[in-house]
C-alpha cells in the first residue's frame, strides 16, 4: 500500500510515563503508530543502553549512566552462549522487556484500538548496527566497530532483536514497518571519519538481509538526520529513506540517478519536514507546507513526477523529540499530522 504522505514519527519522546504518549500516538499517527521510546524515564531507555538487553559481555553503570563491553577474548563461555543462542534462533533471549522498553508493551495494551483504527501497518524501530558500534565501546574506550570481535556480536544481536521485535509486533497488528536509526552515517565519506563506505554499504545490505530472510514483506526504513551519501543507503537495499528534508533535502537530489533508480523499484522517501532543532518552534503549516512546495518545483526541474513520488512518500519529523520538552515534542507532532492532511488532501484533489 502506498504511503501517500502519510505521518509518521521517529521513535523518541520527552513523556516520562508511557501512558502519557501512546495513545496520543495512536490516534495522531493514525496511519502508522509506533510505540514511543522514552529516555526521560530511564537510562536503559536511552537510544543504544535500550537495545544492549541480551547481549553478552554488557558492563553497565547506572550511577555513571555509562555502558561498556567486556572483552570477548575473556569471557569465552558467554560468547559462546550467546552465538548459540543465534544459531538456534532462540529470539527469545533478544527480547525487550518493559523495564527497557515501557512504550512497546503501553502499545500493546493499546492493541484492541490499534486494530479498531486500521491502521496501515504499525512502526518499529531499532539503533543500527554501524551507529551502535561507532558509540558505545570496550572499557579501553575504543569504539566497538574497530573491535572485529565486538562488532560482530552486536550486528548479530541486533538483527536477532529486529527480527524479535518485529514478531512481536505483528503480534499486535499484522503489518508492520520498521526503522533502523543511523545517525553515524552522516560521518561516513566527510573526512571525519576514515572508514570505507563500501564496508559500510556492504554490513548495511547484510544487515537488511538477514531480517528479511525471516521478514521478507516488512519495508525496512534506514533514517539519518544528517547529511550523508545517499546512494550508499539506497544501495544497501533499503525500502524507504528517511531524512532530515528540512535541513538537507536538497543534497538527496545530488545523488537523483539512484533516487530515480530507488523511486522506479518501489522505494519511498520520509520527508522529516519537520524540524527538531534551531528555531523549529517559529515554523507552522504553512511555511513548512511552502518548504515542501519547493521541494515539489525542485523535483519537476530533475524531471521527476513529483505527484508520483509524494504517493511513495511519509512525512515525518527531521529526528526524535526525546531530548525537546513536552510542548515542544507536540507542537512537532501537531504539526508533522497537519502538514501530512495537507498534502494528502492535495493528492486527492
Same mark, same amino acid.
Given at each position: 500500500?502506498?504511503?501517500?504522505?502519510?505521518?509518521?514519527?521517529?521513535?523518541? *519522546?520527552?513523556?516520562?510515563?508511557?501512558?502519557?504518549?501512546?495513545?496520543?500516538?495512536?490516534?495522531?499517527?493514525?496511519?502508522?503508530?509506533?510505540?514511543?521510546?522514552?529516555?526521560?524515564?530511564?537510562?536503559?531507555?536511552? =537510544?543504544?543502553?535500550?537495545?544492549?538487553?541480551? =547481549?553478552?559481555?554488557?558492563?553497565?553503570?547506572?550511577?555513571?549512566?555509562? &555502558?561498556?563491553?567486556?572483552?570477548?577474548?575473556?569471557?569465552?563461555?558467554?560468547?559462546? /552462549?550467546?552465538?548459540? !543462542?543465534?544459531?538456534?534462533?532462540? $529470539?527469545?533471549? *533478544?527480547?525487550?522487556?518493559?523495564? $527497557?522498553?515501557?512504550?512497546? $508493551?503501553?502499545?500493546?495494551?493499546?492493541?484492541?484500538?490499534?486494530?479498531?483504527?486500521?491502521?496501515?501497518?504499525?512502526?518499529?524501530?531499532?539503533?543500527?548496527?554501524?551507529?551502535?558500534?561507532?558509540?558505545?565501546?570496550?572499557?579501553?574506550?575504543?569504539?566497538?566497530?574497530?573491535?572485529?570481535?565486538?562488532?560482530?556480536?552486536?550486528?548479530?544481536?541486533?538483527? =536477532?532483536?529486529?527480527?524479535?521485535? &518485529?514478531? +512481536?509486533?505483528?503480534?499486535?497488528?499484522?503489518?508492520?514497518?520498521? +526503522?533502523? !536509526?543511523?545517525? $553515524?552515517?552522516?560521518?561516513?565519506?566527510?573526512?571525519?571519519?576514515?572508514?570505507?563506505?563500501?564496508?559500510?554499504?556492504?554490513?548495511?545490505?547484510?544487515? &537488511?538481509?538477514?531480517?528479511?530472510?525471516?521478514?521478507?514483506?516488512?519495508?525496512?526504513?534506514?533514517?539519518?538526520?544528517?547529511?550523508? !551519501?545517499?546512494?550508499?543507503?539506497?544501495?544497501?537495499?533499503?525500502?524507504?529513506? /528517511? +531524512?532530515?528534508?528540512?535541513?538537507?533535502?536538497? /543534497?538527496? +537530489?545530488?545523488?537523483? !540517478?539512484?533516487?530515480?533508480? *530507488?523511486?522506479?523499484?518501489?522505494?519511498?522517501?520520509?520527508?522529516?519536514?519537520?524540524?527538531?532543532?534551531?528555531? *523549529?518552534?517559529?515554523?507552522?503549516?504553512?511555511?513548512?507546507?511552502?518548504?515542501?512546495?519547493?521541494?515539489?518545483?525542485? =523535483?519537476?526541474?530533475?524531471?521527476?513526477?513529483?505527484?508520483?513520488?509524494?504517493?511513495?512518500?511519509?512525512?515525518?519529523?527531521?529526528?526524535?523529540?526525546?531530548?525537546?520538552?513536552?510542548?515542544?515534542?507536540?507542537?512537532?507532532?501537531?504539526?508533522?499530522?497537519?502538514? /501530512?492532511?495537507?498534502?494528502?488532501?492535495?493528492?486527492?484533489?
Amino acid at each position: 500500500m502506498k504511503p501517500y504522505c502519510s505521518a509518521v514519527c521517529i521513535g523518541s *519522546f520527552p513523556h516520562q510515563q508511557p501512558e502519557a504518549i501512546t495513545e496520543k500516538l495512536i490516534d495522531t499517527i493514525c496511519d502508522y503508530p509506533l510505540w514511543p521510546q522514552l529516555p526521560n524515564r530511564t537510562f536503559l531507555e536511552s =537510544m543504544y543502553v535500550q537495545y544492549s538487553e541480551g =547481549m553478552p559481555l554488557v558492563k553497565m553503570d547506572l550511577n555513571e549512566r555509562k &555502558i561498556v563491553f567486556a572483552a570477548a577474548e575473556n569471557n569465552e563461555e558467554e560468547v559462546q /552462549s550467546f552465538y548459540e !543462542d543465534v544459531i538456534a534462533e532462540n $529470539y527469545g533471549r *533478544f527480547s525487550m522487556s518493559e523495564e $527497557y522498553a515501557a512504550g512497546l $508493551y503501553e502499545f500493546r495494551r493499546l492493541a484492541d484500538k490499534i486494530s479498531a483504527n486500521k491502521p496501515h501497518a504499525v512502526k518499529g524501530h531499532i539503533t543500527g548496527p554501524v551507529s551502535f558500534a561507532l558509540t558505545v565501546t570496550d572499557e579501553q574506550r575504543r569504539a566497538l566497530y574497530f573491535n572485529d570481535s565486538l562488532k560482530e556480536i552486536i550486528t548479530a544481536a541486533l538483527k =536477532m532483536k529486529a527480527v524479535w521485535q &518485529i514478531n +512481536f509486533l505483528k503480534e499486535i497488528y499484522s503489518d508492520v514497518i520498521f +526503522f533502523v !536509526d543511523e545517525p $553515524y552515517l552522516s560521518g561516513i565519506g566527510s573526512g571525519i571519519m576514515s572508514i570505507d563506505p563500501a564496508t559500510i554499504q556492504s554490513e548495511l545490505t547484510d544487515f &537488511i538481509d538477514s531480517v528479511k530472510q525471516i521478514h521478507p514483506s516488512v519495508p525496512l526504513a534506514f533514517h539519518c538526520c544528517g547529511n550523508t !551519501d545517499w546512494s550508499l543507503l539506497i544501495n544497501a537495499g533499503v525500502d524507504i529513506l /528517511s +531524512f532530515d528534508a528540512f535541513n538537507y533535502g536538497e /543534497s538527496l +537530489f545530488y545523488y537523483e !540517478d539512484s533516487v530515480r533508480t *530507488f523511486l522506479q523499484r518501489g522505494g519511498s522517501l520520509a520527508w522529516g519536514i519537520v524540524p527538531t532543532s534551531g528555531d *523549529f518552534m517559529k515554523e507552522n503549516k504553512k511555511s513548512l507546507v511552502r518548504k515542501m512546495d519547493d521541494f515539489i518545483a525542485l =523535483m519537476e526541474k530533475k524531471g521527476f513526477n513529483p505527484m508520483n513520488v509524494l504517493e511513495n512518500s511519509f512525512i515525518t519529523p527531521a529526528c526524535g523529540t526525546g531530548s525537546l520538552t513536552m510542548e515542544e515534542a507536540g507542537h512537532i507532532l501537531d504539526l508533522t499530522s497537519s502538514v /501530512s492532511s495537507h498534502l494528502k488532501s492535495q493528492l486527492k484533489s
